[in-house]
């Protein structure tokens, strides 16, 4: 049976009842619990008749692991198995739960991979601990207490099958019964045949006078599946860019766009537009710039194996903005990829969070939305955002300028 959502620890204690269940599973939401990832995993889980769940909704800033730990122990059996799941960004709640009752962890996709606590947490945690951070891959890879008969699987197909809801419940059912997973060896095949792809730049990468890098380009569906874009989808597609000079290791903050079309038919393509700001560089440093389909802002893609374009690149500091020739990729007609700066949902989004420092609520999305169609671009709607009374009381709030400027 699966219960109604919950606001914090203190309202767990009010879900999780009863004596002799053989399962108790701990479920973070998304921000969307029926458009996101934790409503059907919900719904997998609730069938089993040997199984309760909670799911305990996304304002985890408030939750105490501790004390919520200690809600759980004097209500589920100690025969009984826990299993805390975490999506994105509450690994880090999950993981501290987990370590906290010595439950089994499962940190599903994407978890973000500049955050060191989450692997500080789980080194403390018991029990089957599953990642598709590559960071805790590797420090999986090392820890020795692991019950590696219960993973006979590539590091990459979990998150893949996860995908797949035909595989996801007897996946999430073997964890449950405490059982070594399905064999999972042919995913990673089987989604590379059905969701390939391949992007090629259709210009020379540009440098605005702001220090902007500006992508335009194409993307090929060569699966034998349709890529439907858009954070609303089950895949959460869009396409990224990012980059680092020669004197650094890391990446920039990837920046995600639409392309012309939200749905690739097998064989189809469309067009792209991407503009980020560029890293700082020296003269003499060379600009690295990759681009791959992105699963919720993580490169996720690219850590599967699947193909990505990488650019090295001149910088200059003198002189104009430099154009950098596309490699390795051949360059399309610019005529043959419609420029596309009309805001998408995912920009809409990115408005609310960032601007307004909060999450849509249902009739402003939906107003801006029907607005969206009428082709505005993504310069008009920022100009909407940081001009409206909200924004402008956040700002002064946060000690900024009444009237911001979009950069």
Known sequence: MRSTPAAGSADVASIVRGDGEAAFVILFADDDVRAGFS?????????????RVAIVA?????????????????????????????????ANIA?????????????????????HRVLETRARAAGIAITTSEQAVGWLAQVATLDL?????????LPIALRQSGTMADILGAMIDGLPLPDLSGSIADWHRRHGYGIELADSVQRSVSGE??????????GE?????????????????????????????????MPTQAVLAPGASAGFFIRFAAPPSNAEDDVEIELSLVAEGVFWYCDLGFPR?????????DGDPPAFPPQPAKALPASAVP???CATLDDLSNCYRLILGRTPDPDGFSYFSQLLQTGMTVDELVSIFVTSPEARARFVMLGRPASPTAN
């Open 95 to 115: 993981a501290a739960l987990a370590a906290e009752l010595g439950a089994a962890l499962l940190l599903v996709a994407p978890v973000e991979p500049r955050d």
């Open 39 to 51: 409503g059907p995993v919900a719904d997998h889980i609730g069938k089993r008749p040997d199984c």
């Open 149 to 157: 008969h219960r993973m006979p699987l590539p590091g990459a197909a």
């Open 339 to 341: 420029v596309n700066e």
């Open 213 to 222: 890098l500006h992508l335009h380009g194409r993307i090929a569906n060569t």
């Open 225 to 257: 599946a349709p890529l439907h874009f858009g954070r609303r989808q089950p895949d959460r597609l869009l396409i990224g860019a990012r980059a680092r000079t020669g004197r650094t290791a890391a990446w920039t903050i990837e920046a995600r766009a």
């Open 58 to 90: 996304p304002d985890t800033a408030a939750i105490d692991p501790a004390a919520m730990a200690e809600l759980l122990r004097a209500r589920v059996p100690e025969q009984a198995r826990v299993l805390m799941i975490g999506h994105g960004a509450n």
């Open 309 to 317: 374009l990488r650019l090295a690149t001149a910088s200059s500091l």
